[in-house]
């Protein structure tokens, strides 16, 4: 089942964020070109030219447009549930025509390509049921090589915070310019395996400069950042003060015997979108 | 320093330039991968390379009444295609890489040897390089290779800014900023033991 108005909409929430970078960001990669100096800023300089030109193009910011990832908050007295999935899978074929898209998924063991950005468990869709009558779905497409810089840790609980500190500096830093720096990373903590990296995930819809609600959590965030731009990498690796341009933190509660630390990053090219549905049917596209 | 370089660039005209330059090509390129890399070593080039620049790029492509239009391509990852980037210089001697990330010990002794520049272009700039291209001339293996691994023959008119971070004189940026973070990343520990 599919809700063409709703298919529509979903399109332009994907053009949108394949071809328009959040004012956050914007903003952060600014400020950073401001300190920095020599092939640093070169590299920031090109970054937000591109910025432009994505925009008054109207085309894809990076031509690794990524793997569609929907991330849906529902309510659970939300009317028009059953054309959800339906609606997001067409506009997924359909943007693949028409922003265009790169086909971007990949059959694992015969490498044959879909074309369309559609194949088993793709665009990946990330439900939660919530209380209300409304529908938030984030998009949050994701390139190759930044998700390639992601990795799980399962930490002894005893090696302490200082432990997932050195663990997440360690791997960002050694990720050096693969991800396509400075980027934000996104920490989850806790949970288990696939939760931490879930929330870690998640953290990377907020936007830059966001502080996590509670304080020391922030304080780390925060800390973090600092630790991981005094490592001298810069912008694309090629040396320089910015390395990451947030660093985002969320947790969970743990197993008494498990610490795991999910690290996820994303690319200086942070591309979202969102896309709100009313009880009665009014969409918004920002 | 800040130039232009139009193909097709001379030998001297490489080895003159240094880790830190900053260049813009005119002139023609041509994209190729792992896939092409391994196509143009067992097939030959499809077209002459000399004196050209390659670019390690799976563009998206688009066709408009029947003419190839680049929509976005930015640089893939260049690390991929050391395993058989040496060989691909000695055979087919361009005199710069374009790509992202840097490359190995093998791809700078045959910068040396043959006398070529690998040069960064900012990761993710698909949009402002598809804005420096002005015409797709030609494409090769297209149905045999795919969209992103063909070999799409390019002009293009002040493409960059392109960083010379490997020379052919032995020089690579990769490895100063590697030098640069192992001093660092023992403050960094220390920083982290010291915190509460």
Redesign the interface.
């Known amino acids: 089942m599919r809700d063409e108005r709703l298919v529509e909409q979903l399109v332009a929430a994907i053009r949108t964020a394949e071809t328009i970078l959040p004012e956050d960001v914007l903003v952060a990669l600014k400020e950073a070109s401001a300190i920095e100096s020599g092939v640093a800023r070169v590299q920031l300089e090109a970054m937000l030219k591109n910025a432009d030109a994505a925009r008054d193009g109207s085309i894809p910011m990076c031509q690794d447009t990524g793997i569609q990832t929907f991330i849906v908050c529902v309510g659970s007295k939300f009317p028009e549930l059953s054309s959800l999935k339906g609606s997001i899978i067409e506009a997924v074929r359909r943007a693949t025509n028409e922003v265009p898209l790169r086909p971007n998924a990949v059959h694992p063991f015969t490498g044959e390509n879909t074309g369309d950005n559609v194949g088993e468990h793709i665009p990946y869709i990330s439900w939660e049921i919530v209380d209300g009558d409304s529908c938030v779905i984030d998009l949050l497409p994701k390139g190759g090589g930044s998700e390639n810089c992601a990795a799980l840790g399962m930490l002894p609980p005893g090696v302490g915070i200082n432990g997932v500190k050195r663990f997440i500096v360690d791997h960002v830093v050694g990720c050096a310019g693969k991800p396509c720096p400075p980027g934000i990373v996104g920490v989850g903590i806790g949970g288990g395996a696939d939760l931490s990296l879930k929330l870690g995930k998640l953290s990377l819809l907020r936007p830059v400069g966001s502080r996590h609600p509670e304080g020391n959590i922030a304080a780390l965030e925060e800390e973090l950042r600092d630790l991981i731009n005094a490592s001298g990498i810069g912008p694309m690796g090629l040396g320089g003060k910015t390395t990451c341009l947030d660093v985002h933190v969320e947790y969970a509660h743990r197993h008494p015997a498990s610490l795991p630390v999910g690290i996820v990053y994303q690319c200086w090219s942070d591309r979202r979108a969102r896309v709100t549905i009313d009880a009665n049917g009014k969409i918004e596209v920002t | 320093m800040e130039r232009i370089l139009t193909t097709p660039i001379s030998e001297a005209e490489a080895r003159d330039l240094c880790v830190?330059d900053?260049i813009h090509i005119t002139g023609t390129i041509f994209t190729a991968r792992d896939e092409a890399h391994l196509m143009m070593l067992e097939k030959g080039a499809p077209f002459p390379v000399n004196g050209l620049a390659v670019y390690h790029?799976?563009?998206?492509v688009?066709k408009k009444d029947g003419r190839w239009r680049i929509?976005?391509?930015?640089p893939?990852?260049s690390?991929r295609m050391e395993i058989f980037e040496d060989r691909f210089l000695e055979k087919f001697p361009v005199r710069v890489i374009i790509g992202?990330?840097?490359m190995g010990e093998k791809t700078l002794a045959a910068l040396q040897k043959v006398g070529v520049v690998y040069s960064?272009?900012?990761?993710?700039?698909?949009?402002?390089a598809?804005?420096a291209i002005s015409e797709v001339k030609d494409v090769h293996w297209l149905d045999r290779l795919?969209?992103?691994e063909a070999v799409w023959v390019l002009c293009v008119e002040k493409f960059g800014?392109l960083?010379v971070?490997m020379d052919s004189h032995g020089e690579s940026?990769?490895d100063?900023?590697?030098k640069?973070?192992s001093e660092?990343?023992q403050?960094?520990?220390d920083?982290?033991?010291r915190?509460k």
């Open positions: 830190g900053v790029c799976g563009p998206v688009q929509v976005s391509a930015g893939t990852t690390a992202k990330g840097g960064h272009y900012t990761g993710g700039a698909g949009a402002l598809a804005r795919g969209m992103p800014p960083t971070t940026l990769y100063t900023v590697g640069t973070l660092n990343i403050t960094i520990h920083r982290i033991e915190s």
